[in-house]
């Protein structure tokens, strides 16, 4: 294969490929497309089409497909072959301009929230060039933007160029007040970190709810969890260390910068991060990456486990999105440089975000809301619900010296002073890693660590490019044709610091103290679950930011309000009822199974020993008696809590009924089954206990 330099990119259709295979005009009209959003022409969409596929074909490509990414939070394609008819009875390999730039999928079965009829079928698939082509398998992929047809926006991508649309405007606005004169664009960069868990086939098979739900939802905790510490960048197991090396070429292949990967806390997690790259682009290969993670694990006899929480009692996984805001030039809006205190564009972009985190957590909350992830926020390897920003001693000095109208004297570098001579001495960076905050400010950018591991990030880069950019917009309203430019950009800074002060908390997350000030001293919002941020999407203020950026509709939030609280109620429906399924159908079988095995043993044991007591087995008979009934009452008190749900009148009311009636009956159904599974001897327990799964790959 060669060196990774030598295959890096090879299937994609990148601008090293399109420089040695487009005319030069073209390829220049092509990039003033991407750099610059410029309008496509038709003349140039032959030419790239044509080119394109005289690329695929030479790598082994016979079909194409138009990319998208619906509601569904996953990546949809529908592959059409490359050939046409010829007079002879032969066929032609054809591709042209139009079916690059437009496509036509059935739309009907995708999730709309009440956008269009089932039975208006007529959807349109747009083409991204901004986003590279590339091939999976035989099949040309051409990244796409899915609507419907009567325009609204069906899809995660659209939003998500629309918000970083807003974000440049507002961002050029800024730094022409600073003089900047050349930038023609700023965007957002991310590089999303990713955690999974990996599982044998076998142990994945043998587990109904591992299938259904992707989470365990009976298990008892093994003897040995992460107690130990051991797991987290130990040494990667051989099996899992192949795993890796077939992922990263795989990801590779395609472009995508795979650049980090560890064991994690849990026993079995592990972690993928790569360099960053373009919101845009980020997005593409975050769902590019997760598939490809989940199909190279087959072909190693395993399972990649996306979910947020699959194992109670251990870590859940995290998908981090560091956030910040680049020019075309390369300059990172968001880096301090040497003097932070006087880089006063830095300041006002810093106290962007921050003034954006402030008045919208609650858009924050709700792009990482889903039922899974509800499992994870708030345990001690996610942050709390509550949102809040992280800054650091420097930065916090610095703030509070522009308050107070205070001279800031500076933080000096602290040489690391390690005790060893052969060690190299290094300066300690001015704020440490806040494992604990939503929203950390890591030297150079944002990190807000509240997104689960399987969700698109898409969502969350929607709102906080939004957000932004309206603070920007503020300041820029406020600062243009201002007499004494610096005198008011210091008041505006200083104005941001005194009004959103509250949201900056440099502590321990997980303490149960600062979630008590945060909620009654601060008057931060703690949205627990999906069922209690949802419906604050459709919020006035909500809906005035998101519409007057032009980045949803009002039909749009809507519906994206209606979508995410059906998958809510429905993910909960499909947990409640396969929890039901496994109590009748495999526990209570086994429990009985084994209580009747105990029963004729003591039986035989009172005949043999003349009458003896048999007390041991007696006394788990009883637990075990105990145990079945009260597993039976449970688990039929849960369908009938089931069965009332279907009793609201909307899916507000439906998911409130969940979260309040059907979740605690889950939770304590559980508690029966995993304490049962302690009592009941392992070779009549019906699946493989978490010991089992957590150490099942050597």
């Known amino acids: 294969m060669g060196t990774v330099k030598d295959y890096f990119g090879s299937m994609v259709f990148d601008d090293r490929v399109m420089k040695a295979c487009l005319p030069g005009k073209v390829y220049a009209s092509l990039r003033k497309t991407i750099d610059e959003g410029k309008q496509l022409d038709i003349g140039v969409a032959n030419i790239v089409a044509e080119a394109m596929k005289e690329w695929a074909i030479s790598k082994g490509a016979t079909h194409f497909t138009h990319w998208f990414q619906p509601l569904t939070g996953i990546t949809a394609e529908k592959h059409d072959s490359f050939i046409t008819p010829a007079p002879d009875g032969g066929v032609i390999m054809e591709f042209r301009g139009k079916e690059l730039i437009k496509g036509e999928p059935d739309a009907s079965s995708f999730p709309s929230g009440g956008l269009r009829a089932t039975f208006e079928a007529r959807g349109y698939t747009a083409w991204d060039p901004t986003s590279y082509a590339f091939i999976k398998g035989k099949t040309l992929c051409i990244p796409t933007a899915f609507c419907s047809y009567g325009g609204h926006a069906l899809d995660k991508k659209t939003p998500l160029l629309r918000s970083m649309e ?17 930038v023609k664009r700023v965007h957002s960069s991310v590089g999303p970190e990713q955690e999974y868990f990996l599982i044998t086939k076998e142990m994945y098979d043998a587990r109904p709810d591992l299938q259904f739900t992707g989470r365990t939802l009976f298990g008892a905790k093994p ?21 890796m090396e077939e992922l990263n070429e795989e990801l590779w292949k395609l472009g995508i910068l795979a650049k980090t990967e560890h064991n994690e806390v849990a026993p079995a997690q592990h972690e993928l991060a790569p360099i960053y790259s373009t919101t845009n682009i980020a997005t593409d290969h975050n769902q590019l990456t997760m598939e490809i993670m989940q199909k190279v694990a087959a072909k190693h006899g395993l399972v990649c486990l996306l979910h947020e929480k699959p194992f109670a009692g251990v870590n859940g996984s995290g998908k981090h999105n560091n956030w910040s805001i680049d020019t075309d030039e390369g300059q990172n809006l968001l880096s301090p440089g040497e003097t932070p205190y006087e880089n006063a564009q830095f300041l006002l972009f810093l106290c962007a975000v921050i003034k954006a985190v402030d008045d919208y957590q609650d858009l924050l909350r709700i792009s990482v809301a889903t039922a899974g992830n509800d499992h994870r926020l708030g345990a001690n390897e996610a942050p709390p619900a509550v949102i809040s920003v992280f800054l650091g001693d420097e930065l916090q000095a610095i703030f509070d010296a522009i308050e107070n109208d205070l001279p800031y004297k500076g933080a000096e570098k602290t040489q690391m002073k390690l005790g060893v001579d052969v060690l190299p001495k290094f300066n300690r960076d001015t704020t440490d890693r806040n494992r604990t905050s939503p929203f950390a400010f890591t030297g150079n950018k944002f990190e807000f660590r509240m997104l689960g591991s399987s969700n698109s990030i898409a969502c969350a880069n929607i709102m906080l490019n939004t957000a932004v950019a309206e603070s920007l917009k503020v ?8 007499p004494d430019f610096e005198t008011a950009l210091h008041d505006m800074i200083k104005k941001t610091i005194k009004d959103h002060k509250r949201i900056i908390f440099n502590g321990n997350g997980y303490d149960d103290a600062w979630i008590k000030e945060a909620t009654e001293v601060r008057g931060l919002l703690n949205y627990r679950t999906t069922a209690d941020c949802m419906p604050h999407l459709m919020d006035k203020k909500n809906v005035d930011l998101l519409t007057s950026h032009g980045v949803y509709t009002y039909e749009e939030l809507r519906s994206r309000c209606e979508i995410m609280l059906e998958n809510y109620c429905k993910t909960i429906g499909i947990e409640a009822n396969t929890m039901i399924e496994m109590s009748r159908t495999q526990i209570v079988p086994a429990i009985e199974a084994y209580t009747s095995d105990l029963a004729r043993n003591a039986v035989a044991k009172r005949k043999a020993c003349d ?28 369908q009938e809590a089931l069965i009332k749900v279907h009793d609201a009148n909307d899916v507000i009311e439906e998911s409130a009924m969940l979260r309040d009636t059907v979740l605690p009956i889950m939770c304590e159904l559980r508690v029966l089954c995993d304490e049962a599974e302690t009592v009941t001897a392992k070779s009549y327990w019906p699946f493989p206990t978490y010991a089992d799964i957590l150490f099942s790959v050597k």
């Open 166 to 182: 807003a974000l440049n405007t507002q961002a050029l606005r800024i730094l022409r007040l600073f003089g900047n004169t050349t």
């Open 475 to 482: 300041y820029a309203d406020r600062l243009e044709n201002v």
């Open 611 to 638: 009458g003896l007591a048999c007390s041991y087995e007696t006394g788990i008979i009883k637990k075990l008696s105990a145990a079945t009934d009260s597993i039976a009452v449970k688990t039929d008190e849960l």
């Open 223 to 243: 003897p040995k969890g992460q107690e130990m510490d051991d797991h987290y960048f130990g040494v990667i197991k051989p099996r899992v260390a192949a795993y």
